[in-house]
Every structure is written in structure tokens, then in C-alpha cells.
């Protein structure tokens, strides 16, 4: 947009000069003002060249729209990749990602759970604002919808032209008007969310028709569809969302890969929890491969996440440390991967900005030089492009986590970092809290206790008061537009 302005600029000026260039004036005669007449043309010509030529360079040095694959596991612990767990799992390619890619170390989600993040990633915006504050579709459907007043991502990708595609999970809206085909999303091979559903049978929503399927491994098959996405619209720019449901319960994999991490002495939930990322693993091996075979590698970004912690229920997981688990705002529930992987565009490095799932739409945005429509409202994240190519940092920002079942109540679970200090307000209870929870927050400073181990409250009043004062303020703010007629 910046560069075009220029080149608009620039030509008026130069027609400008052309037109003052020539005065026709005196007694001549028509040869002379013939003559005059060709020169004028001949100004024109050649300021219709100078004008041109820039405008055909752009053209030709005018970047090819980059596809994007998000890719986005469910309930996948930073602890779960190989590349961080010494080798307890199997995960080349998505290690792969890391190694060749740019990776965040200090990679937030916007929520300790599913629904809420999706909107986030989807909207830029705290999930609060955006109406999705609960994962319960059965009995909290209202609080899990996407409100229709809300612009995602994928509206804006196909209002510049791509073609955009979930495959997956959505888990942001049941009904007609909260559908992804009516949210940017022009395919849809997926379900829903909260469905009673199991790996090897499961319904399936394919292009606004739902069907059963009972012959297939359900990561195996988002797999495939991913890879058929890809090939359908080789010739064009894509925006393709693949939402794995994996390693989400239930649990349940092939039991020939489950073996080998029995063999290995693991148990049997953490051995199927980890042969479901393997098979998950794989189809992003393939995924990758096909670009390669269609040579898109060098004009498609891929990135991958988790959504949210590691899932409790099963029992301990290794997360390098990490305390908490999904559904807590302390580390373990709230930190996940995070890679960007473009090589030919960014050379592989590893970055200790604080991302958040918020700062997905501005960087999108950016980087595919996208038009945002003016409806669109305010984003609370920023774009991660100056963090990707080295030239700034995101260390220094705020960011705010607030979950519970049910209705907000912002004294649950809440937590917000300033730099490394970080602000908690205890998870309470897995129950839909009947009031307010009377524990008192506490501060940790990650610099020096990234395992969130000892409240430094007491040693930092000021700190603390202003801190609890800003989450205070924030938990207002978004309340106040999740409410909004
Ligand atoms: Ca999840």
C-alpha cells in the first residue's frame, strides 16, 4: 500500500512538469504548433513511461501472495516434541518446523482452554471481547459462540482473494449463523467441538453436510484432507486452518504405536497420548512433502501451535518443567509451541518475545499484506513481523488470562505479565464458582522462578498493587464489550 502511494505521488508530480513544459504562444503558423503539439505528446509519452516503468518493476518485483497453513494441535505440551523431551516422543517433522523455523520460547495461548483461544487466534482479540469465554457447547452453548459481530482471520484472507480453508476442530459456535462456512471459511471438513465422539468414529460436517465415519483414524484422515486442501487450490493463494483434534481425549490410537511406547516403559495413557502425536506427527511430514512435490515450500508459511497445556485427566505429563496444566493460567496451562517456519523468508532462529495467540491476526495481516476491512474491530494483539525478522522485540508488553466455567468471574483463575513479573489469581476449583473466590493473588517474577514456585508479593507492594489494579481494570474493560447488545 506504501509502495503504490509512493508511485501515485511521484506520477502526478511528473505529469505535472509535462503539462507546464510547452506553452503555445506567437504567430508560428500550424507547422509550429504541429510541432509543438508532437513535442507535448512526446512530454506525455515520456511521462507516461516514467510513470510506467516504476509501476511495471513493482509489478514485477511485487512479492507472490505467500500461502499460510496454521496448524494447530489440541491439548499438545511444549514437553510433548521430541526436539524439548530428550526423546520421549517421535515428532521429526513438527521438530523439523522448530529446527528450520523461528521458534518462541515464550509463546502464550489467550486461554488455559480450547474455545476461548480459537476465538483469540481467530479475532486478535481477548476471547472475552469476542463472546467465547466457555469450552461447554452442551450446556453453555450462548457462551461459546463467536459473536457475528465479531471479523476473523479467514473473512479477512478471503476478502483479499484467498481461498481459505478449516479442516478440524472449530469449536467457536453451533448453529446456522456461527457455522466456519459463514466465517471466512469457504471449505469446512470438520466438527464442531464438545461432540461425543471417539478416533475411529466420529461425525464429520463436509461442506454443510454431516456424515458418520467409522473406517478411518480421525488425525490420519484431517491429515489426508489437508493434503488434498493443498493440492485443490495449488494455483492460488490459500489460508488453510488445520485444526487436529490430537492428542485430545478420548484417548486412542493404533495399538501397534502405542506398543512401542509401552516397550519403553511409559504407561498406558502417556504411551497412547504419545502415539496419538505421533500419527499426528506423520501427516504433517506428509503435508510438508506435498508442498515440497507442488514446490510451494518457498512461498508457504507454516506454523504450528498447541492451544492450550497439557490436558490433567490422563494423569502427569512431562512439560520441561512447567507448573500447571490446561484449565490453569500458570505456565503449564497457558504456554505453547510456537513456530513459525518460512525458510525462505526467514532464516531459522529462536526468539524470546512474548507472543500471544492475540498477535496471530496483525501478523498475518501484515505479512500477506492484507486489507482489513474497517468493520473489524479493535485487536488487542500486535503484529509479530518485526520480532520474525529481527529488527524489534515484544519482551515488554502486557497480557491478561482469565478463566472459569461458566460466566466469567474475573477473581478466578486469572493472571496478567508485565515483562518478566507475573500476576496470579489461583485456580479455585473445577466446580462453576458460586462467588468469588477469596485466595489472594501472588506475583512471581519468571526471570528468576520461570516454575512460578515463590509468591514475591510482600518484597513488591507497589508492584503488586498496580499490577492487581491493571487486572483489575482489564477484567472490567472486556466484560464490559462481552456484554455489549
Ligand atoms: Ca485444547
Known amino acids: 500500500m506504501f509502495r503504490s502511494a509512493t508511485i501515485t505521488t511521484l506520477g502526478t508530480r511528473r505529469v505535472a512538469t509535462g503539462e507546464q513544459t510547452f506553452p503555445v504562444a506567437g504567430p508560428q503558423g500550424a507547422f509550429v504548433r504541429v510541432l509543438f503539439a508532437v513535442m507535448r505528446n512526446l512530454g506525455r509519452c515520456l511521462a507516461l513511461g516514467l510513470i510506467l516503468m516504476p509501476l511495471l518493476g513493482a509489478l514485477r518485483a511485487a512479492p507472490v501472495p505467500p500461502n499460510v497453513i496454521f496448524i494447530l494441535a489440541d491439548d499438545l505440551a511444549i514437553g510433548d516434541l521430541a526436539v524439548f523431551n530428550g526423546g520421549r516422543t517421535r515428532t521429526p517433522a513438527i521438530d523439523r518446523l522448530v529446527r528450520e523455523g523461528i521458534w518462541f520460547d515464550a509463546a502464550y495461548s489467550a486461554s488455559a482452554v480450547c474455545a476461548p483461544a480459537r476465538a483469540a487466534l481467530l479475532t486478535g482479540r481477548s476471547p472475552h471481547r469476542t463472546g467465547v469465554v466457555s469450552l461447554e457447547m452442551n450446556t453453555e452453548l450462548a457462551l461459546t459462540r463467536l459473536r457475528v459481530d465479531e471479523t476473523t482471520i479467514a473473512d479477512v484472507f478471503a476478502a483479499n482473494g484467498y481461498r481459505t480453508g478449516l479442516i478440524g476442530k472449530w469449536h467457536t459456535g453451533a448453529g446456522p449463523e456461527y457455522h466456519p462456512l459463514k466465517r471466512g471459511f469457504g471449505e469446512f471438513e470438520g466438527f464442531f467441538g464438545s461432540d461425543q465422539m471417539t478416533y475411529n468414529h466420529y461425525t464429520l460436517d463436509v461442506k454443510g453436510v454431516r456424515g458418520e465415519v467409522t473406517d478411518k483414524y480421525l488425525t490420519d484422515d484431517l491429515s489426508a484432507r489437508a493434503v488434498g486442501f493443498v493440492r485443490r487450490h495449488r494455483s492460488e493463494p490459500f489460508f488453510l486452518f488445520l485444526a487436529h483434534y490430537a492428542p485430545h481425549r478420548p484417548l486412542d490410537a493404533p495399538e501397534a504405536v502405542v506398543q512401542t511406547y509401552l516397550e519403553r516403559g511409559f504407561n498406558r495413557n502417556t504411551a497412547t497420548i504419545y502415539a496419538m502425536i505421533e500419527i499426528m506427527d506423520r501427516g504433517i511430514g506428509e503435508l510438508i512433502a506435498e508442498l515440497d512435490r507442488l514446490k510451494l515450500r518457498e512461498t508457504t508459511l507454516v506454523i504450528f501451535a498447541s492451544d492450550n497445556g497439557p490436558d ?18 500458570h505456565e503449564g496451562g497457558i504456554r505453547v509451541p510456537l513456530v513459525f517456519n518460512w525458510p525462505a523468508k526467514f532464516p531459522p532462529g529462536e526468539r524470546h518475545a512474548l507472543a500471544h495467540f492475540t498477535d496471530l491476526f496483525p501478523t498475518l495481516v501484515e505479512l500477506a499484506s492484507l486489507r482489513v476491512p474497517a468493520t473489524a474491530r479493535r485487536r488487542d494483539g500486535v503484529s509479530l513481523v518485526p520480532v520474525l525478522t529481527g529488527r524489534g522485540d515484544n519482551t515488554d508488553l502486557v497480557r ?33 464458582p458460586k462467588g468469588d473466590s477469596s485466595a489472594a493473588p501472588v506475583l512471581y517474577d519468571l526471570a528468576a522462578d520461570p516454575f512460578e514456585t515463590t509468591d514475591v508479593a510482600s518484597a513488591h507492594p507497589e508492584r503488586f498493587q498496580r499490577m492487581k489494579a491493571a487486572l483489575d481494570a482489564w477484567s472490567a474493560e472486556v466484560e464490559k464489550e462481552r456484554v455489549r447488545p
Open 312 to 329: 490433567p485427566i490422563p494423569g502427569p505429563r512431562f512439560n520441561v518443567g512447567l507448573r500447571g496444566t490446561k484449565y490453569e493460567v
Open 400 to 432: 491478561f488470562w482469565q478463566w472459569n466455567r461458566a460466566t466469567p468471574n474475573y477473581t478466578h483463575n486469572a493472571a496478567m505479565r508485565d515483562g518478566p513479573w507475573k500476576l496470579v489469581r489461583p485456580y479455585v476449583t473445577r466446580e462453576i
